[in-house]
């Protein structure tokens, strides 16, 4: 087979993963604190022997000892990362909508785990309990806060101290880590520290916290968008690629057929 038959196959097969990740991220565009994601490419040399011979010493002869380098590349998808870029705010109005202006994250305990989110449009429960939008606990002072019934005048102020009637509850537990790229993600809009990671959470310091305000999501639909149409049209190409080397090598093999 071709090796245009395998280079054509590893970039569609690539920008199929990238178009996937595109119309996530374009799903997404309404889901608060989302984080979009991102694809990078490298291209992966095939070398041959004369290519390592770099120095063709044409001092000795008329004409160089070596072929010049002859290399071929295919396109792989080489890493799939987390742009954790700020998104605009936006106001509600809300008393439990917060939002992080700078970095840091919310903690909510996600069953035996405790996970980490931008989105900070929280709520209380039937219990009292102050809650993510999916129901988990929101970490405050290192567990739960519950609400008392008769709360009234609820205010957060810039580090998460949260107060009712005059009285303090608690503060959001709001934490960094130290190594951004350890992060992943787990669904449901939640990250974590990848366990082999050797990053850790640590407090966060470059940070506002904003009261009746949501963080939007960071995909910027004009942006995405064009990004399909680039991804569609490049595996487009190189079904053009498969197409037409598969006709030359059916041609081949009947001109040879023929001959004999």
């Known amino acids: 087979m071709r090796d245009s038959i395998f280079s054509a196959v590893f970039g569609a097969l690539s920008n199929e993963m990238r178009m996937s990740t595109t119309a996530n991220n374009l799903a997404n565009v309404n889901t608060t604190g989302y984080k979009k994601d991102e694809c990078a490419f490298h291209d992966t040399f095939i070398r041959f022997a004369h290519d390592y011979v770099v ?23 080489s890493d799939q990362y987390t742009d954790l870029a700020q998104g605009s705010l936006q106001e509600t109005g809300n008393p439990l909508d917060v939002a992080i ?13 405790q996970q980490l989110t931008r989105a900070g449009n929280f709520s209380v429960d039937q219990n009292g309990v102050l809650v993510t939008k999916q129901g988990y606990p929101v970490m405050v002072g290192g567990g739960s806060l519950a609400i008392p019934p008769d709360a009234t005048n609820i205010s957060i ?27 992943e993600k787990v669904g449901q809009n939640f990250m974590r520290i990848r366990e082999d ?38 595996f487009q ?14 041609r081949m093999i009947m001109t040879l057929g023929r001959s004999y």
Not at 101 to 113: H, N
Not at 158 to 181: E, P, T, W
Not at 237 to 250: L, N
């Open 55 to 77: 120095d063709a010493k044409p001092y000795m002869r008329d004409k160089p000892l070596f072929p010049e380098a002859d290399l071929m590349s295919r396109v792989r998808l």
């Open 157 to 183: 102020d810039s580090a998460g101290q949260i107060s009712a009637n005059g009285a303090v509850l608690g503060q959001l537990d709001i934490v960094d880590v130290d190594d951004k790229r350890a992060l």
């Open 101 to 113: 202006s700078g970095d840091g994250f919310f903690k909510a305990q996600v069953g035996d785990e």
């Open 197 to 234: 990671s050797g990053a850790n959470e640590i407090p966060a310091e470059n940070m506002t916290v904003e009261q009746g305000y949501l963080e939007k999501s960071n995909v910027e639909v004009v942006t995405e968008m064009v990004k399909m149409i680039e991804t569609q049209r490049a």
């Open 237 to 250: 190409s190189y079904q053009k690629i498969m197409t037409s080397t598969d006709q030359i090598d059916r």
